[in-house]
Every structure is written in structure tokens, then in C-alpha cells.
């Protein structure tokens, strides 16, 4: 392993550990915005790394003629961003949050060289110790809870994030990677019990959209017919286990909750409301990255429509939604293909089904917009790409004009993008409250 992954892979550790562990929020006043800001520093630091790689190294090495086509989908998506952009009502908000997605890609393509096994089960290890040192604070909220006699209510149980769906849209990337450990006999109970408090937390949440995910996961991983379907298998019971215990609790004080209720939580309104508003230009362009905004009757302005795909053709366009679901979908198709080909690789198959179970889960929450939930989502993309590409292509050279032009670039988009965020995180007045829904930061407001 070379000194730069090992960089990597210290700098993924480290935003792990200060945006999950339970701590206070030490850079902003709620964890929305510390997890922001902590996301904007991981970023910057992944960018600023390959930047130095650039300038240090003669050349680069660029994909396979078999991965190229797969490759150039990100960059016709982010330049349908820049066209959206230029037509939005708010420009340079739009191309702000166009660059915000742009280093998540850039992070993406950096993290794919990291394909050692060790060094994916360290990361791995990493995310579920600093996720389950929040998960055992809110075990400690339901003993308080149950002692005081009250209903379990996710509004006090949960921890660490500004809302209980924020909580459970991480939770859906840990889900996999505890199935996995399962298979370790010596840790193999202590991650059962982690994996019942998640299942548990995950009732007690209400979280359809995060179940739904799960079963879905565990149904593909059984078809699949790899070597962790006794791990699935337990994960199911250990699901059921976590079903029951929680009707038991939730019956000692009457709490009333109701998992299968048949509400929409107003998104399939939503959802119609953002479709019917398309017109003839989103089959090119869309409204502009970062801008939706709706309300539905009296409520709180919505700052994403809950749907990733929707989102996408409303904020993007059309072709960059083509882009990103060609992408997603080739992701997938080599996954399975690598998967069916190595059956005992259990390190890309937890990677795939977290990747995976993120999609899913972005169909129904904004898993693609909070700060974790979205790094998470492109850390697995990476991590997966780089299991189930291990062929590079080619060195292209780049001179020392070129070099310098590229970190020109480099240093122009990092100083907009910070002076944009500092910008609107101070527009936002606290004192306000939270009338807008979150985000970019906690609150939706631009202006």
C-alpha cells in the first residue's frame, strides 16, 4: 500500500470519527452544519491530494478503453449542471452547488485506486466503531426512556443528527458491512447485538423507506447465491428479533407507533407537484443544481423532492439524468458480473450492497443531499469502482504548462466554492429558525 492511500485512507478515517462520534458540534451551532463543514474540509482535502499527485508525478494514468465510456458520464452530468446553471434564476448558487457535486465525483475517481482488501476492512472497521459509539448513546436514551415510564420517541432517542431520518440514511450504509462481519466468529455476537440496536432504532424511527431497503437487499444478496447468505439469513432473523422486541417495548407505555402506516408524509404529493411543473426544457436543462424549493399548502418550503430521480430531471435535466442512471447501472452490472465470477470476494459484495441499499434508499429520503448520507454514498461508489476495476489504461503525460494550468483551475474553484459557502452559511439567522427546509446547510435559505 503506497503512501498516498494510506493518506486516504487517514483522511476518510478522520471524517468518520468527527461526524459520527457523539460528540457536541464543534464547528457550527447544530450537527447539520458541523457535518457540513467537516464534509467541506474532507473535499477540499481529497482535491487539494490529487492536485499535489498531479505535480508531483509525470503522469497520469487514464481508464481502459473498456471503462472510458463509463468515465465521460460524469462530465457530460456535471456540464449539464454548468448549462443549468447559467439559465437558473441563482447562478451562482447553482454553479456553487454544481462544484459541490463535482468534488464528490473527483473524490470518487480518487478513492477508486484504493482496492486492497486490508485497507477496505480498516475503513470498513473505522466506520461501524465510530457509528456504533452513537448507536450505544441511544441505547442509553431508550434505558432513560423506558425508566421514566415514557412512549419510545425517535425525536429523543436518536442522536447526533438534526433529524431522525438524517440518522437513518447512514444507518442504511452500515446495514451490509455488519451482515459481513457476521461472518468473523470471534466478533460475530457483539455484531449481532449492533445489528439488533440498528434494527431496533430503525422500528423505533418509523424509517418504511430504510426497512424497504433492507429486505430489498437481503432478497438480491439471497438470489445472488454467495458465500454470505448464511449472513443474510441471520441478518433476517436478527430483523424479526428486533420487530418483536420493539412492539414489546412500545407496548409497556402504549406508544401507539404504527411501522405500516399507509401515509406518504406528503412525498407523493410532492412528487406529482415537481413532475407537473416539467416542461419542454428540462429534456435538456433543468432549473439549476441546489435551487428546488416547493411547499405544499401551509408547510415549510421543501428544499428536495425526496427523490433522487425526480430531483435529478428537475434541478439537471433529462440527459444528465440519462448520464447518472447509465452510470449507476454499469456500476451494477460489473458488480454482479465480478460477484458471479468471484464468489468468496465478500469485501466487494458488502461494498456493493451498501452502494446499493444507498440507491435505493435515495428513491424515498434525501440520501444524496445530507453531508454523511452523501459522502458515504460516493465513498462506496469509489471504493467499489476501484474492487471491480483493478486495470488501469495508459500514462498521459502532462507537461509543466498544462500542470499549472490544471492547478490554476484548481485554485479558482476552491476559492469560489468556499467564498459561496462561507456566503450563504451567513445569511442564514438562527434566530429564525429552521423555515426552511435543510439543505446545503440546516437551513434551505440562499439569500
Known sequence: MNQVNIIKILVISLFFLFTLTPLMPITSYDYHNHQRIIQ?????????????????????????????????????????????????????????????????????????????????????YVLIIAHTSLILIC????????????????????????????????QVFILPFLVLLLK?????????????????????????????????????????????????????ACLALSCITFYALDSLNKG?????????SGRVDLWLNTLS?????????????????????????????????????????????????TAVFTTFKKAVTHLRGHKKDVITESLFYSFAIGVIYSLFSGVHVMPVSQTLLFIMWGLLLGRINKKNGPLIYINKWGKAII???????????LQQAISVYNNIDPDNGYIYGPRFWSVGQRE
Do not use: D
Not at 465510456?69 to 443549468?84: A, D, M
Open 407 to 417: 492547478t490554476i483551475l484548481f485554485i479558482f474553484g476552491w476559492y469560489f466554492y
Open 256 to 264: 401507539g407507533t404504527e411501522i405500516l402506516r399507509t401515509s406518504t
Open 40 to 124: 467541506i474540509f474532507f473535499l477540499s482535502a481529497i482535491s487539494l491530494l490529487l492536485v499535489l499527485i498531479l505535480i508531483r508525478n509525470k503522469g497520469v494514468s487514464i481508464v481502459s478503453s473498456s471503462n472510458r465510456r463509463t468515465k465521460v458520464l460524469p462530465i457530460i452530468f456535471i456540464f449539464s449542471g454548468c448549462l443549468s446553471s447559467f439559465i437558473s434564476k441563482e447562478t451562482s448558487f447553482s454553479l456553487f452547488y454544481t462544484l459541490h457535486i463535482s468534488l464528490l465525483f473527483i473524490t470518487l475517481q480518487s478513492l477508486s485506486s484504493i482496492n486492497n482488501k486490508k485497507s477496505i476492512l480498516f475503513i470498513i
Open 184 to 236: 468473523f466468529k470471534g466478533i460475530q455476537r457483539v455484531v449481532f447485538i449492533i445489528l439488533f440496536l440498528n434494527l431496533l432504532l430503525i422500528f423505533i424511527g418509523q424509517a418504511r423507506g430504510a426497512l424497504l431497503s433492507f429486505l430489498a437487499f437481503s432478497i438480491f444478496a439471497l438470489a445472488l447465491k454467495t458465500t454470505l447468505k448464511k449472513q443474510v439469513l441471520i441478518g433476517l
Open 277 to 325: 411543473s416539467l416542461s419542454i426544457k428540462h429534456l435538456f436543462i433543468g432549473n439549476g443544481p441546489g435551487i428546488f424549493e416547493m411547499s405544499l399548502g401551509n408547510s415549510a418550503p421543501f428544499s428536495h423532492p425526496h427523490n433522487s430521480l425526480i430531483e435529478i430531471l428537475n434541478e439537471w435535466g433529462l440527459i444528465a439524468l440519462i448520464c447518472i442512471l
Open 139 to 170: 441505547l442509553l436514551n431508550i434505558i432513560f426512556t423506558l425508566s421514566e415510564q415514557q412512549p419510545l420517541n425517535p425525536y429523543i432517542i436518536y442522536s447526533g443528527f438534526i433529524n431522525i431520518r438524517f440518522f437513518n440514511q447512514v
